[in-house]
């Protein structure tokens, strides 16, 4: 059975959520009445050529063909094309159904991609978004470079149950211990500093900051000249956050989470 089909059928009960991890920042959620989001689909090989020097040829295999995926809610954190990939969007059959919801940016790449104006539901840091059964916050992310200043975070809430905050690309600021208002469960964050992202030893400052039950990291899979191992976050944390548990997520694989 296809991972699309698979996710589909997948019974998540009251109170949960399911996540399916496809490799860098992309993340499928799956609430109890079945609707599913997404977050930074990176689903081609479309930035393997894009830096002139750097290997950026995908490593994990695309779990879900573009044309094959099928989510309700759309997102993307940034208009850098790991995270809002034209190519991945130009190649959605369901342009006329989902909600496309991203900081501006990200919402121009849509209507390039021919996604229909009304679908298209721009957002930036704290504004609140409900679409379905999935209430969706803004957050800060301070941006890496000048390639891109509008990058932000996100804080799903899903059936009125768990809380999943996705920190986006974001350089480190005290202002992202502001999430911790929101009593996120669960943060996905970046750990490899390369890009000036934050390294694995400030997302575990973050992450003690903000005290969720679970941490997982992300983005330090995908491209060769962009990996770390993310046992040194693992380590980070039990230090900096020896309260916090650290979950790796094996790519295609369900996650189901209980509040
Ligand atoms: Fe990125």
Redesign the pocket.
């Known amino acids: 059975m296809s991972l699309m089909k698979e996710i589909r059928q997948y019974p998540v009960e009251k109170n949960s959520v399911a996540m399916w991890w496809l490799g860098?920042?992309g993340y499928i959620f799956k609430t109890s009445e079945g609707t599913l989001t997404s977050v930074d689909m990176y689903l081609t090989d479309s930035c393997a050529a894009l830096v002139p020097g750097m290997n950026f040829s995908r490593k994990v295999p695309v779990l879900i063909q573009p044309e094959e995926l099928d989510v309700d809610i759309y997102t993307c954190t940034h208009n850098?094309q790991?995270?809002t990939d034209p190519f991945t969007v130009r190649g959605l059959r369901n342009k006329d159904t989902a909600h496309f919801v991203g900081p501006h940016p990200s919402c121009e790449v849509y209507r390039a991609e021919n996604v229909e104006s009304g679908r298209i539901v721009p957002t930036w840091p704290q504004r609140e978004l409900e679409l379905r059964d999935v209430k969706i916050t803004g957050t800060f992310a301070l941006p890496t470079d000048d390639s891109d200043l509008n990058h932000m975070g996100f804080v799903y809430q899903f059936g009125g149950g768990p809380r999943i905050y996705v920190t986006g690309?974001t350089d480190f600021s005290e202002l992202l211990f502001s999430v911790e208002k929101q009593k996120p469960d669960i943060v996905i964050t970046v750990i490899n500093g390369g890009f000036n992202n934050l390294s694995h030893w400030e997302a575990a400052e973050v992450c003690g900051k903000i005290k969720p039950k679970v941490a997982i990291p992300c983005?330090y899979d995908m491209f060769p000249d962009n990996s770390i191992d993310p046992k040194q976050f693992k380590a980070t944390l039990g230090l900096r956050a020896p309260d916090v548990p650290y979950h790796e997520l094996r790519h295609g694989e369900p996650f189901l989470f209980r509040k």
Do not use: F, G, T, V
């Open positions: 860098q920042s850098h790991d995270h690309d983005h």
